[in-house]
């Protein structure tokens, strides 16, 4: 499901939508959600948001729900982030240090975010662990 939403913290509205739909139409998803961020400027207002949950069949489109297959990333920086939502943010600003440091790559492409622990498993904001993940391209030497 893919939304234009007023801030970051609206994406959990969006999660709740979601679950709301698999059970009123009884449709299974693997508990590996993730969320694509496709702006790829950095925004706090009217952020672009897909979040994904997979299946084990395609559906039929409906209600705003969209079945796709993700491009796999052949390279892709990744950060784990220990704590509240909050620290995200350093977790992008650290890769983006790396990739200055380390000038044979660059940004490929909309970066994702997996939370391996939430709100949803995890009453301690300070326990949750979330992946950041970001495509690269390598560049010619």
């Not at 706090?44 to 994904?52: A, G, M, P, Q, S």
């Not at 391996?116 to 662990?129: C, F, I, Q, S, V």
Request: glycine fraction near 8%.
């Amino acid at each position: 499901m893919r939304r234009v939403t007023p801030d970051f913290y609206a994406e959990g509205l969006l999660w709740k939508e979601m679950a709301a739909y698999v059970k009123k139409k009884s449709i299974p998803i693997a508990y590996d959600t993730f969320t694509i961020y496709h702006d790829t400027d950095y925004r706090e207002k009217d952020v672009d948001i897909e979040i994904c949950a997979p299946v084990a069949k395609m559906g039929e489109n409906a209600d705003g729900f969209t079945y796709r297959v993700t491009p796999p990333v052949p390279i892709m920086a990744a950060s784990m982030v220990y704590g509240p939502f909050e620290n995200i943010a350093g977790a992008f600003l650290s890769i983006a240090g790396w990739l200055g440091e380390h000038g044979q790559y660059k940004m490929a492409g909309e970066s994702r975010q997996m939370v391996h622990r939430g709100p949803w498993n995890e009453d301690d904001p300070d326990k949750y662990l979330t992946e950041i993940q970001i495509p690269l391209i390598a560049l010619e030497k």
